[in-house]
């Protein structure tokens, strides 16, 4: 199988690129079986965080060069890079927009659309030897993958604009450095330590994991006034749930809260 996905304790769900699909992870036949995976889980309800992986030195590389070579020696160029783009935006869209917590165990090498998977993340961690590449300008291409809005909201404007312009290799450390990442380990803590942020950030209800990723990612494009008004609406919303009840229960009686139970 290209992609497994792996249904572990606590709600989470583990999804895994083959040694192939990592190296080739966005052809159009491997993308379009991406989508549907991550439709299925994230409107799985028993699904609270998804963790994704590759194997071997690739986390994802992004799209195959030589079916870019083919599709240009038979003029459908254009329509295979849109193809592409209309099918890992919108999953990109729905992982932003999405309750659920998704985590990038980056195991290796992120590249073009692949680092465009792995910036999307609500919580990055790679190891030491991994490297974060944009790789657009030397193919003659403008980036996508959301790679020029995520970048940078996670490092600054200038530094991503060197990132693209300079065709620049981060490691994992300078990743770090940077704030690309959230934090490096081994090779071997690697998914242990996913796993882990996976579940602890999953246990909160789901009106608050869902609220504050659509408000983060909208405060950096509207004026208070209007981010404001948009909080007073989630929040609103928010307080009428179980899980609100649950939590207020939960300090009165000093215990940790259960959300997502009747």
């Known amino acids: 199988m290209a992609i497994t996905v792996e249904h572990l304790p606590n709600s989470v769900a583990l999804v895994t ?47 195959d060069i030589e079916s870019f070579a083919s599709a240009i020696d038979d003029g459908t160029i254009g ?9 890992l935006h919108p999953m990109q869209l729905k992982i932003r927009s999405s309750e659920k917590v998704f985590v990038a165990a980056i195991n290796g090498s992120a590249a073009g659309g692949g680092l465009g ?12 030897e991994a490297k974060l590449a944009a790789a657009f300008f030397s193919l003659g291409l403008s980036p996508d993958g959301g790679t020029t809005w995520l970048l940078p909201r ?20 300078k990743a770090l450095e940077y704030g690309a990442v959230d934090e490096s380990v081994e090779q071997e803590n690697l998914l242990e330590r ?13 009106s608050s994991r869902r609220s504050t990723k659509q408000l983060i990612d909208a405060s950096t494009s509207t004026f208070m006034e209007t981010q404001l008004e948009f909080e007073k609406l989630l929040v609103t919303n928010s307080s009428l749930t179980s899980d609100f009840a649950e939590g207020v229960s939960a300090f009165l009686e000093k215990r940790d809260p259960k959300f997502g139970e009747e």
């Not at 991503?160 to 490691?171: L, P, R």
């Open 194 to 206: 996913a796993i882990s942020i996976a579940e602890s950030w999953g246990r909160w209800s789901e």
């Open 17 to 63: 690129l083959s040694a192939e699909a990592s190296r080739n992870a966005l052809s159009l036949d491997l993308m379009k079986s991406m989508s549907e995976i991550f439709d299925d889980l994230l409107e799985d309800s028993s699904i609270r965080s998804i963790v994704m992986t590759g194997t071997g030195r690739f986390f994802c590389s992004g799209a």
């Open 79 to 87: 329509e295979m890079v849109s193809g592409l783009t209309s099918i």
């Open 117 to 128: 998977l792995a910036l999307c993340a609500d919580y990055r961690i790679c190891v030491p």
């Open 154 to 173: 996670l490092v600054g404007v200038q530094r991503a604009k060197c990132f693209f312009f300079n065709n620049e290799t981060w490691s994992g450390e």
